[in-house]
């Protein structure tokens, strides 16, 4: 073991010497130095941050193999390729394993033959696996992705819960977990289920200086998307992320039809399809990939140009995390979001109809705030984003808001109307209405619904045709954001909530984002 004077340059020596960089980024070396002396650590860094070295250097520097958990099956081979493309001896065990690779990495484990070797968390419940590691001798153990230990989070492992154990059953061996969703909620968790209470914790700057925040009005999605692609990002890689298989796939069959290379990738299809389609957008150039958030935990591809996302993320751990996976080679690169009442509506109503205690509903809930706030916001979106994982930063003059500040107006009267509007409805509980019929109202529209519910008698019948639908669809989305309105039941229907009546009641004045003025395309017709 070596002492604190020459670990430094036993590690950039390392850094040099096996994988041919000249210099450590941020704070890569203390983290090294600190886990090679036998400490914990918490590891805190953005996507392409450069987590793997700060353990694979300990790895290399410490008696004993070092047992990396990781719940990328898919990505292991990659990662044991590229470490022994460099010298490195790595292997891994999982279920892709036939029975012979399987007795041949463990027995190099026995033999200490290997640096590394990668374990599905799943494996390490199991008697055979537990009894293997002891056999050996084990440097350190790397818990990667370590924020799949969250509940709250949608990349929950319940394997990870078991994590603790390790702890428990090889105690003098230090532990380093990494993740890149930087909460300190997700934070806390960590440190408390992994048992990581005195771990040193590591923390990186979250910022993505080189990506270009923007969320823009859904109108006609994929026309505005082809628009982006083709201004502004011919020919480049790029990940576009959708809710649902069924729009993944049609949003892949239109892009073809325009003459993109463009891929489904969702856990609908088999797992052939899948891999050979991960090949392709990691190997060739410039393809698109359509997916849903199955796609992307642990891509490594440096040049992916922009992420666009059709539908609203549930999070802004989520956000971050997915539009991370953009220009991880430190080139401008888009995050692209589309976004539009429709999105709310269908947020809420899966929140409401979760499966769940009321707690987990809260959470939920409160995770869509977040995401809700980070659209309507007036101030800057990277300000905004990076306040949520507690950094405070600057306007950063890269981002929508900032090159095109939205303009905020005065909306109470618009509020009062709309609200009214949902209150006469709601006293006629037997039926329940969405935003469209409310909207309808509003303008005056004498619908066949209208007609038949004779809302065209209502006071309210016609008071809002100072606004067009769009804003009235507007001002029904940022009310939602805000908490003054509420989705409730199968149908959308909209309700008021306790802080309504404060409208209502000219207690409290609404301030509105004004959507930026349509870019004026002149090969189409205004409007369409
Ligand atoms: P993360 O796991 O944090 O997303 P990686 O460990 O995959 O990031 O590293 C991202 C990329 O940066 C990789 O291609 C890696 O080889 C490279 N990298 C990491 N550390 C350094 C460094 N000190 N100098 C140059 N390149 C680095
Ligand atoms: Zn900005």
């Known amino acids: 073991m070596s002492s604190p004077t020459d670990q430094q340059p036993a590690a950039l020596e390392t850094l040099r010497r096996v994988f041919g960089y000249d210099a450590f980024r941020g704070f890569q070396q203390e983290v090294i130095e600190h886990v090679t002396a036998g400490g914990d650590a918490l590891v805190l860094m953005p996507t392409g941050g450069g987590k793997s070295l700060c353990y694979q250097i300990p790895a290399l520097l410490r008696d004993g193999v070092a047992v990396v958990v990781s719940p990328l099956i898919a990505l292991m081979q990659d990662q ?12 891994f065990l999982n279920s892709t394993l036939d029975v012979d690779a ?3 990495v463990e027995r190099a484990f026995v033999a200490r033959e290997l640096d590394l070797l990668y374990l599905a968390p799943e494996a390490l419940g199991t008697r055979g696996v537990q009894h293997l590691l002891d056999q050996g001798r084990i440097s350190l153990f790397a818990i990667d992705e370590a924020h799949c230990v969250s509940q709250w989070g949608h990349d929950f492992r319940p394997d990870y819960l078991a994590l603790s154990m390790l702890h428990e059953r090889w105690p003098g061996v230090p532990r380093i977990a990494l993740t890149a969703t930087a909460t300190s909620a997700t934070r806390a968790e960590i440190s408390t289920r992994l048992q990581l209470t005195s771990a040193r914790h590591f923390v990186a700057s979250f910022d993505r200086p080189n990506i270009q925040y923007r969320i823009a009005a859904k109108r006609e999605p994929k026309r505005q998307l082809l628009a982006l692609l083709r201004d502004e990002h011919p020919g480049d890689a790029g990940i576009i992320y959708c809710l649902s298989r069924a729009t993944v796939e049609k949003t892949a069959e239109f892009l073809v039809d325009n003459g993109v290379t463009a891929l489904p990738y969702h856990a609908g299809l088999d797992a052939v399809t899948r891999a050979r389609h991960q090949q392709r957008f990691l190997r060739e150039d410039g393809v698109v990939m359509v997916a849903t958030i199955a796609f992307g935990m642990g891509i490594d591809k440096p040049d992916v140009r922009f992420v666009a996302h059709l539908d ?5 751990e989520g956000y971050y995390q997915e539009t991370g996976r953009a220009g991880r ?3 401008p690169a888009t995050a692209w979001l589309a976004y539009g009442l429709t999105d709310v509506v269908q947020q809420r109503r899966l929140i409401d109809t979760s499966e769940g205690d009321p707690a987990h509903r809260r959470n939920l809930a409160t995770h869509l705030e977040a995401m809700l706030a980070l659209c309507e916001t007036v101030r800057c979106r990277r ?4 306040d949520y994982f507690g950094e405070t930063a600057p306007a950063c003059g890269n981002c929508d808001t900032c090159l095109q500040p939205p303009e905020s107006w005065d909306g109470t009267i618009a509020a009062q109307k709309l609200l009214s509007t949902i209150y006469r409805l709601d006293r006629e509980r037997s039926q329940r209405f969405g935003a469209g019929h409310c909207v309808d109202i509003l303008l005056g529209r004498a619908t066949d619904k209208i007609q038949q519910h004779r809302h065209d008698s209502l006071t309210v019948f016609g008071i809002g045709t100072d606004l067009s639908e769009a804003e009235w669809r507007g001002v029904v989305r940022q009310l939602l954001a805000e908490g003054l309105l509420a989705v409730e039941g199968d149908y959308g229907t909209l309700a008021l909530t306790d802080t309504s009546a404060e409208v209502l009641g000219r207690r409290r004045t609404v301030m509105l ?5 349509r870019k004026a395309r002149p090969a189409k017709p205004r409007g369409a």
């Not at 984002?513 to 003025?517: C, L, Q």
């Open 102 to 104: 399987r007795r041949a």
């Open 80 to 91: 044991v390729d590229a470490l022994t493309a460099v010298g490195v001896r790595a292997g």
């Open 312 to 316: 609203l993320p549930k999070s802004v």
């Open 383 to 386: 300000a905004q984003l990076l």
């Open 329 to 331: 080679d430190g080139l």
């Open 513 to 517: 984002r004004r959507e930026p003025a």
